[in-house]
């Protein structure tokens, strides 16, 4: 099982950035894929998730209205496309498998600064 996450980067507020993640070693449609992220000094959390089939998602409140995450299961790849960062989503995004997050890619680091 293999999760390259791409797409990071520094950004000033309010600006935008898409990461993508990926994945191979596995059937990519048999799984739930999900971004966690992590910042200094703070725990992990789960920003947010996307079903394997019927696309159903999920957010964290913080990103809510801003994050949409997608798939391409084509291309077995997974992205977040984020708009209106703040400086609080400075963090490494990580791109995780299945419901049970039993897979972690090697994160992206996302730095939002003016």
């Known amino acids: 099982v293999q999760l390259v996450e791409s797409g990071g980067g520094l950004v000033q507020p309010g600006g935008s950035l898409r990461l993508s993640c990926a994945a191979s070693?596995?059937?990519?449609?048999?799984?739930?894929m999900s971004w966690h992220r992590q910042a200094p000094g703070k725990e992990r959390e789960l920003v947010a998730l996307?079903?394997?089939?019927?696309?159903?998602?999920n957010y964290a409140d913080s990103v809510k209205g801003r994050f949409v995450i997608s798939r391409d299961n084509g291309k077995n790849t997974v992205y977040l496309q984020m708009s209106s960062l703040k400086p609080e989503d400075t963090a490494v995004y990580y791109c995780?498998?299945?419901?049970?997050?039993?897979?972690w890619g090697q994160g992206t680091q996302v730095t939002v600064s003016s």
């Open positions: 995780t498998r299945g419901f049970g997050y039993d897979h």
């Open positions: 070693g596995f059937t990519f449609t048999d799984y739930a």
């Open positions: 996307i079903t394997s089939v019927g696309g159903v998602t």
